[in-house]
Structure formats: C-alpha cells, structure tokens
C-alpha cells in the first residue's frame, strides 16, 4: 500500500524566507501528484498539480518538483509571507482518481 | 474554477443516531466521488470511492455498513454515518472529478461532526 511522508512535521521560519517542504512515497507507480494547503479547521486548497511525466510545476512564488523514479517531491516556497501559514499537504495517485496523503508540514512565517 | 460543497459544514449529534452529509459538485458532472476522514492532527484518509448508479468501493477497515454512500446523481454523492459513535466525531471531506477527463480534482471544504 503506498505510503506518504513529509518531513518537517513542522516548520517556522521568518518572513522573507525561502524554503523547501519535503515529500517521500513508496510505490513510484504513480499517476499524478498534487500539493495542496489546509488553514485550521477548513478544507483543501490545491496548490499545484504534477503529471507522473513532468518534473515540476510552477505558480507565483511556488515551484514543486518530482522525481518519481526516487520516490521523491518538494515544494519550495519563495519570499514567504505570514499568509503562508498553513498545513501543506502532499497526495499521490494512483490511477488520477483516489489520493493517499501525506502527513503534512504545518507551517509559521513569522512577521 | 470547478467548485464542490458539502452540507452541513458543521452537524453535533447524540450517540445512537445517524447524519447525513451530502457533497454536490455546482458546475460540473463527477462520475466518481471519494470522501476523506480526517482525525485531529492526522492527515486526510481515504474512506470510500463513490461510483454514480453503482456501489462505493471502501478501503480497508472501513465498515461499509456503518458509512453508507449513495451517488444517486451526477452532482450528488451523500454519506450517512450510521449509529453514530464519539469515536466517528472527525472531519468529513468529499471530493470530485470532472467526468469529461479533467485530472484536477476537486475538494468540498469538508464536514466537521461531533458526536457527543
């Protein structure tokens, strides 16, 4: 059964600076991987979504990367910003259908 | 962008009794549903997959007489969390495919249930 992993649990950094989120899967055999953000207590956000044949994917201040055949993913966030604040979450695919998540990183920028 | 609700957002219920949550997809047509169980401080875990005019698929461990999914329509996906327990109070979240290939899916902002 696939199992997905971030690294840090959590993480706090002061504004301006860039940082990266770290995520691990055991079975490469996926279809699709995507990033979403979690503010307490509310649903999901997806933030960006990356084809099991591209490498990374790009929008405004972040940039997600994916190596599949090391089981790998990061997302890297430029200049953060107190608003950043949130639970990141990272999902596999298998098939583009059902996720299985990560165990997120929750995040502090702070002012 | 597509958007996907869930109704209610908040429900507190006695033990013993069962809720109902429905999750609706507003602009687009989802073949296939998933719903999402989220404990306090736990990631997202996938429950069941909900196929329209057919039976859901449940994950493992997922008593599939207790968590009842019905996909009636196209737009419509509803989850009864039968004789509801303390132990079943948790964050509820569906999401949706667009039946016409879009690989995004799209998440509802979740239920949260208390059962007391």
């Known amino acids: 059964k696939q199992e997905v992993t971030q690294i840090p649990a959590a993480l706090s950094v002061p504004e301006g600076e860039n940082l990266v989120l770290n995520c691990s899967f055991t079975?490469?055999?996926?279809?699709?991987l995507q990033w979403f953000r979690q503010d307490p207590g509310k649903g999901l956000t997806s933030l960006l979504l990356?084809?099991?044949?591209?490498r990374e994917q790009t929008s405004g201040r972040l940039n997600a990367s994916l190596d599949k055949s090391s089981g790998r993913s990061t997302l890297y966030i430029a200049a953060s910003q107190p608003g950043d604040s949130a639970t990141y979450l990272c999902?596999?695919?298998?098939?583009?259908?059902?996720?299985?998540f990560g165990t997120g990183t929750s995040l502090t920028v702070i002012p | 962008g597509a958007v996907v609700s869930q109704h209610p957002s908040w429900v507190i219920c006695k033990s013993g009794t069962s809720v109902k949550i429905e999750c609706r997809s507003l602009?687009?047509?989802?073949?296939?549903m998933f719903w999402y169980r989220q404990f306090p401080k736990q990631s997202l875990m996938l429950m069941a997959t909900?196929?329209?005019?057919?039976?859901?698929?449940?994950e493992q461990g997922v008593e599939k007489d207790k968590f009842l999914i019905n996909h009636a329509s196209l737009t419509l996906s509803t989850l009864t969390v039968t004789s509801a327990h303390p132990e079943d109070s948790s964050f509820y979240i569906c999401?949706?495919?667009?039946?016409?290939?879009?690989?995004?899916?799209?998440f509802g902002p979740g239920t949260r249930l208390l059962v007391l």
């Open positions: 999401s949706a495919r667009d039946g016409t290939g879009e690989e995004t899916q799209y």
């Open positions: 079975d490469s055999a996926i279809y699709n």
């Open positions: 990356i084809q099991s044949s591209q």
């Open positions: 999902a596999v695919s298998p098939t583009g259908n059902q996720f299985y």
């Open positions: 602009d687009f047509q989802a073949t296939t």
């Open positions: 909900s196929n329209e005019g057919s039976k859901a698929t449940y």
